[in-house]
């Protein structure tokens, strides 16, 4: 299974990264971005800095100040603002997304590089309830893209400003997440064409489980859920699964849950048996 | 021709009896005339009486639905939820339900009892003005705690012994609300304390875990355990007051865990009938009352106390 959890180190680089970075200190997070673009650099990797503060920690990079323009000018380094990636991209959609980096990740291969590995701070979208939702979704379905081993890497930055609500929405759609404050209750990712939940699910992240699944890109050849990571789930979090996997199945879309508790399978029978009493029947008539 | 039937509503009554003679001397003829009267008959009651009324009644034990008491109802907040559901099923094919249940079996325990005339109170409050149906239910006045019995004469709105004698009851429907307000009796050995706030679910789920594994419960019990904490201070900080305050001890027989705060709940019904996939929220005591080896749940302007009670 891919790595998942938090990351207290500088983040190294391997085939399927999809790392969440929230920072509070501008030092160390200049130096995961040097660290972040070595590791593509030693992979042979092309390198994408998208966002201001990211061209920023680029500029503030002693080990890549001097290759800079030399990576530019081969095209091995690659720069865009917001407004450029806008730009690039078209209207900030998932699907939009997937497609502009589905291409890019193509033509960095075809033109020799071993893969295209991204740095992104969006920061602005995720502060945004209304293009948060978006770039929630965006975030699932391009892990999605990245746990497919296609070459794509990607390591998104958030200021650590941002509402706690903001950060857990975000950070629990990333396999491995480095954050100053609270870690996310649970994780949402890929794997080997499934979708893994790890760590906790209560009450308080129900609402958030559900709106992360509902992200999830799932085709007509159906969805895997696999739960064996998951630490504790209580009745709402086995809702929002129980849910989940109803609707895709009123689609004629098969789910199957794997990995699963005993205690887990208990509540989701108690849940389906409680439904089944409570049909429409109108007694008083 | 249109025929209208009576509406007699809910029929609840409890059966004294005495020996396996005298149970299906009282049973017997309750169980016939609801068939021959084409009512479906559902019978819970623990193993040994089944088997008894099932040999008794023969061929007719075919035309009759069979519950295992002590397994439906362990723990009896579970019991009126399977009669709602057994209703509710019956009601709407069109057919007239008759049941018969004995929740305060012999064997059970103190809190047990205790918890059955809670839930004999509560089944009148449960389905009184619903449907018509009739409740029978055998007490064995021979074995029981004299409590038990005569408690029985308080919660039932009728009675009558195997012989079929009408006994004068002192039901009283304002009951439940006194019974659902009472004081759980204090522990008596020492008790570990804790409060918890809204951050605090996590860290109030790995306490009760940590108590529940050095008391040596089985991995199956502390994962259950841990549930019913996170749903019950869950509760607390959502309806209680945002805090609230969680006891463990050890009773003979049993480890306790208390979730105590100030909220109040209004309807004594919580947690015993499940509400439907598409509501958010409400199902967190009556998972754990499914779950969970006794429940008790005391609500009154004084607060709210859930005492969860697993056996050793």
New interface residues.
């Given amino acids: 299974m891919r790595d998942h959890g938090t990351l207290n180190d500088l983040p190294e680089a391997g085939t399927t990264d999809h790392l969440c970075w929230v920072y509070d200190d501008d030092a160390l997070f200049d130096r995961a971005v040097e660290a972040f673009l070595s590791g593509g650099l030693e992979r042979g990797e092309r390198l994408l800095c998208v966002g201001e503060r990211v061209i920023e920690s680029l500029r503030a990079s002693h080990r890549l100040a001097e290759e800079v323009a030399a990576l530019m000018a081969a095209g091995a380094l690659q720069t865009q603002t917001l407004a450029q990636a806008y730009e690039a991209a078209g209207p900030f959609l998932a699907e939009n997304q997937r497609t502009y980096y589905e291409t890019a990740t193509r033509r960095a291969l075809a033109e020799g590089y071993r893969g295209l590995r991204v740095i992104a701070e969006v920061s602005v979208l995720a502060a945004d309830p209304v293009t948060r939702s978006e770039l929630v979704r965006w975030e699932h379905v391009a892990d999605g893209l990245i746990a497919q081993n296609v070459g794509f890497t990607a390591m998104c930055a958030y200021n650590g400003e941002l509402a706690d609500e903001a950060l857990a929405d975000i950070a629990s759609v990333h396999p491995v997440v480095h954050t100053p404050d609270a870690v996310p ?1 649970f994780q949402l990712f890929f794997d080997d064409g499934r979708i893994v939940l790890a760590g ?1 699910v ?3 992240g129900a609402d958030r489980l559900s709106r992360a699944l509902a992200a999830s890109p799932v085709g007509p050849e159906g969805a895997v859920l696999d739960l064996g990571p998951l630490e ?1 789930v ?3 979090g086995c ?1 929002a699964v ?2 989940w996997a ?1 609707g895709l199945e009123a689609r004629s879309v098969p789910v199957e849950i794997r990995g699963a ?3 887990f399978r ?2 989701s029978e ?10 429409d ?1 109108d ?2 008539a | 021709m249109t025929i209208l039937q009576e509406h007699v509503g809910f029929q609840h009554e409890a059966l004294f009896y005495r020996g396996d003679d005298g149970f299906l001397a009282g049973l017997l003829p309750f169980v016939r005339d609801g068939l021959e009267h084409d009512e479906d008959v559902v019978i819970a009651e623990p193993r040994t009486r089944l088997d008894l009324l099932r040999d008794a009644l023969g061929s007719d034990a075919s035309a009759v639905t069979f519950f295992d008491m002590a397994e439906i109802g362990q723990n009896p907040a579970r019991i009126i ?1 399977v009669w ?2 057994v209703l ?1 099923e019956h ?2 094919a069109g057919r007239t339900l008759r049941g018969v249940g004995e929740p305060a079996f012999v064997g059970r325990r103190e809190a047990e009892l205790v918890e059955c005339r809670l839930h004999e109170l509560l089944l009148n409050h449960a389905f009184d003005g ?2 018509s149906w009739r409740l029978l239910c055998p007490y064995d006045e021979e074995h029981l705690p004299r409590s038990a019995t005569r408690g029985a004469l308080h919660t039932h709105p009728g009675a009558m012994t195997a012989d079929g004698r009408r006994l004068r009851g002192s039901y009283a429907a304002g009951a439940v609300t006194d019974a659902f307000a009472t004081e759980l009796p204090r522990p008596t050995d020492a008790v570990l304390r804790g409060i918890y706030g809204s951050g605090d ?2 860290a109030t ?1 790995r306490t009760v875990g940590q108590y529940a594994r050095k008391l040596g419960l089985p991995e ?1 019990k502390v ?2 355990l ?2 019913a904490a ?2 019950l201070a ?1 509760n607390s900080v ?1 309806h209680g007051g945002g805090t609230g305050t969680v006891a463990m001890w050890v009773e003979p027989g049993a480890a306790v865990v208390e979730f105590s705060d100030s909220g109040r709940v209004s309807d004594p019904l919580t947690g015993r ?5 598409e509501q ?2 409400g ?2 005591v ?2 754990v009352n ?2 969970c080896d006794l429940v008790q749940l005391r609500s009154s302007d004084n607060g709210t106390v859930v005492r969860v009670l697993t056996w050793l």
């Fill in positions: 209750a906790s209560d009450t308080f504790f209580d009745v709402a809702r129980v849910l109803r508790s005993p205690l208990r509540m108690i849940l389906a048996a409680g439904e089944v009493a409570v049909d029947s007694e008083a | 939820g709602d559901r509710r009601t709407d619903g449907p679910i996590p789920r199956d994962e259950i841990q549930l996170s749903e869950t959502r009938l499940m509400p439907p996939l958010e929220g199902r967190g009556y998972l499914q779950l």
